[in-house]
């Protein structure tokens, strides 16, 4: 039993050691690729426009 725990330990050891200093994999991109935000979505885009608007509305005035 102590040497089925001791094996196990040290594959999970193995795999962590592996993970941690393994160079990049050829042909797997670093980072995934985010999709384009729409406008609509896009939080800054929202802010700029609201901010805009409360300009007109201000100067309409």
Request: aromatic residues 4%; positive net charge.
């Amino acid at each position: 039993m102590l040497a089925l725990l001791a094996a196990v330990g040290a594959l999970v050891v193995a795999l962590l050691l592996w993970r941690s200093f393994a160079g990049q994999r050829v042909g797997v991109p670093s980072a995934p690729r985010r999709a384009p935000i729409a406008p609509d979505d896009d939080p800054d885009f929202l802010r700029q426009l609201a901010e805009q608007q409360r300009k007109r509305r201000d100067e309409g005035l």
